[in-house]
């Protein structure tokens, strides 16, 4: 070892390297902040020898010990002296040979049906690595549901992963040969372009030489090169010294879509890579490749796995893809918090570019969701592949593209009946089996048949990231959004909307994880009318037998039509529903009160308790009816009744009963008082109250409703919000039917009879 130069011993690199991301630096910044050229750095964290000053100062930056990380001796590459080189003066002026075409060929990308390529740095947003393969963790249903499952349902994460994530970056750093897999439409590509760039552009392993291969375009290259000979030859157009530089480990080997390359070249491909890089073991290996795609054993390679986007990474894409358009990345993404069916699909860049495309056209996303769904659908199993000219093998030559959505909708609705969101590998073959037997010249020999589902699965889960495993051996749909859409295609698409399948579907409008099935399916129904007349048939048969519970709906209809406002029937109907059964605490109904249902009937309808702006009759009812609820809840005090009615015009005789019943209440602050007369008194005082206002205003019943029956109203309630959400979406309903339907919106069984008699 020279007296003057030190090198860095292999371990000491690789705490270097760990440093740096430590520190949040990259070789460039560091030259910088030593005020050196990147030459002695790049030589640094390639073990080459340096000044020993610099070396020291190196260390110190780093928070190292450099004699802990100094090697025993420093020693050039190998060669003759007859042959001789200088591999660093190489590396530099392939490097600038080759930057002119890594950077036309990885800076940009194109995506889906986007009008002109994207400059990669322009919407590049970092990856995330899964160190453990999702589908290789030894976990059981139970256990992935309790990963997934949440107090409410609307928030069921399929796609949460609880693994540790790493920067994509770091990830590279820390294997030399790393395979990265992930679904379709998992940034794949992109991640091995931004490398490329990042190289090139010395921000990341600037002593190395970055060398980009499309795996389908080499394996197709004519004559059938070798990967040493294709990258020389075809990707380096050419540049002979590439070989130095391979030979030497100094290049940064980007292999990509190991799944793109066709069967029949397969195993060629596959010896290549193999042979390649046991050969030139030195040089850095990243290679991409879609789950499932196929079976393949590289040894010295690292699986690891792309991460689905998190909040975080949603969000950056979206700044990055709506600046400096008209469109603000404010509005998507708060449209996005507002729906999180659609959200679940940003997880993916793919389906968050088809989001973004979407949103740009009209500042929304389409009022039919179904219709939305269907084309990130249709990009995952036709437009991802076409518009790359890739040709994937038909496994199962008779499953068209719409066979396979058959397939999909049957599998989606057996497990989704049966709330499996999580499902075994066999009874996914299962399904699959008792589909393709019934096709046309079907192989109805079970062994063959078991054989052939085997690899249908393992097909739609490479081809399309449709369904993906979750751990070994069980799988699920890739998104709970598209779970719920083949759900309802079963229903319309599948069996045309027969009556045995919509009397199938309605026979689950009480549930609450059916309700996204529900919108889709009458979203996608040419005509929703039926559909639309079944489920209000359904809802009303849900307590027609219970006497106590038609003569509530009968006295909601009888108060609704005594009151004074010029607001929608049914909209008023919602307002005495929700006051009588609406508490936020014990008994008091909520203060704050908002009826969602009642403005989506009537958007006139906005009331907020407030005299001045809400009809008096409306106010007094609801002022009333909250004295009575905190009564009960033992939280009066004596000023809640005089703030209500003052210049109120209303009957004087209720206004001095109740100036007389204020006055019955001792002053709250007085505590030991106060308490004593609630012990005492509150009761009686409640009744008196409640009285009167039965007799002037009509409300405060004590329906003593049983513990069933406020289950059964709950479930009236909220299906009958359901049908009103289903009524007012995207969806063809004829003008008879919408009025029909709103119409008869929380009548007692004898009305609606009645009124069908007149009509």
Known sequence: MSGRSLSCSPEGIQKAKKALIRYSLIQKALAEELEVTRQPIGKFFTGKPVDRNLFVQICDRLDLEWEEIVAEAATEP????????????????????????????????????TPQSIGLNDIYTSVNILE?????????????LEQSSSQDFDLFGLNRITEKRVPGLQAVEKYSKLMILGKPGAGKTTFLKYLAIQCIGGEFQAERVPIFVTLKSFAEAANKPGLLQYITEETINPISSIRDVITYGKALVLLDGLDEVREEDSDRILKEIREFSDRFPNNQFVMTCRIA????????????????????????FANDWFKDKAVKPEAFIKRLEDNNRIKELAASPMLLTLLCLAFEESGDFPANRSELYKEGLDALLKKWDAKRGIQRDQIYKKLSVQRKEDLLSKMALTTF????????????????????????????????LQLDSEQVLRSIEHHHGLVVARAKRIYSFSHLTFHEYFTAREFVVVRQSSEEALQNLVSHITKKRWREVFLLAVGMSPSADCLLLLIKEKIDSLFAADEKLQQFLKWVNEKSLSVKVLHKLEAIQVFYFDLTLAPASKHAPDLD??????????????????????????????????????????SIDSDLIIPLIAGVDIDSVLQQSLRKLEKEIPN????????????????????????????????????????????????????????????????YVSREVRQQIEDTLLLPIAEIKERQQQS
């Open 78 to 113: 190998e060669v003759s002296q007859d042959n001789s080189i200088d591999i660093d003066a190489i590396v530099q002026e392939v490097r600038e040979k080759i930057k002119p075409i890594i950077q036309e060929r990885c800076g940009t990308v194109r995506v889906l049906d």
């Open 132 to 144: 453990k393969i999702t589908g290789q963790r030894r976990l059981g249903i139970d256990e992935l």
């Open 293 to 316: 795609a196929r079976e393949y054993t590289f040894e010295k390679f690292t699986d690891v796995e792309v991460a689905d986007f998190d909040d975080d990474q949603i969000s950056n």
């Open 417 to 448: 009946e049966g709330s499996e969101y999580f499902f075994k590998q066999k009874v996914a073959e299962h399904y699959i089996t008792e589909y393709i037997r019934n096709l046309p010249g079907a192989n109805t020999d079970e062994e063959t």
């Open 593 to 634: 009160f908002y009826p969602i249902l009642a403005f989506n009937l009537d958007s006139t309808f906005i009331f907020e308790g407030d005299l001045e702006l809400n009809p008096a009759d409306l106010t007094l009812d609801f002022c009333f009816a909250t004295t009575v609820a905190h009564a009960l809840d033992d």
């Open 668 to 731: 709250w602050k007085d505590e030991i008082c106060f308490h004593k007369w609630q012990e005492e008194k509150l009761s009686a005082w409640t009744e008196n109250f409640r009285s009167l206002i039965i007799q002037y205003r009509n409300i405060g019943h004590n329906w003593q409703f049983s513990k069933q029956q406020k289950e059964l109203l709950k479930q009236y309630y909220e299906a009958n919000e359901l049908l009103v959400e289903c009524l007012h979406s995207d969806c």
